[in-house]
């Protein structure tokens, strides 16, 4: 079993910046890829950034990219989320992610291949 525990949700205004964390409990993490998924209201939960902890690739949907940074500490078993330049349409429930790719055809964009989820963290951008 893998435990999630998001944290550093908050309110902020337009063009402010936050820093979200989940850490890792459980089991070893380096076959892992960890994604970071986002739930508002009335709309399906959707990707949002992933790090493959082994290697430390990453991956950024269109909409966040080039201001939110995805990055993992392997000593704290933590995984980040800075986002930065937010918007009011980034509002919503950040869900962390943990799916296990021993054998490497994880689609990390793909909710389903996601194994475990934490209980997820409020963001919510004032204009």
């Known amino acids: 079993q893998v435990q999630l525990v998001e944290s550093g949700g908050g309110l902020v205004q337009a063009g402010g910046s936050l820093r979200l964390s989940c850490a890792v409990s459980?089991?070893?993490?380096?076959?892992?890829?960890m994604g970071w998924f986002r739930q508002a209201p009335g709309k399906e939960r959707e990707f949002v950034a992933a790090?493959?902890?082994?290697?430390?690739?990453?991956y950024y949907a269109d909409s966040v990219k080039g201001r939110f940074t995805i990055s993992r500490d392997n000593a704290k078993n933590t995984v980040y989320l800075r986002m930065n330049s937010l918007k009011p349409r980034d509002t919503a429930v950040y869900y962390c992610?943990?799916?296990?790719?021993?054998?490497?055809?994880?689609?990390?964009?793909?909710?389903?291949?996601?194994?475990?989820w934490g209980q997820g963290t409020q963001v919510t951008v004032s204009s």
């Open positions: 790090i493959r902890w082994s290697g430390g690739k990453t």
């Open positions: 992610g943990a799916a296990d790719d021993a054998i490497g055809l994880v689609i990390v964009t793909a909710l389903g291949a996601y194994d475990y």
């Open positions: 459980g089991r070893t993490l380096s076959n892992y890829v």
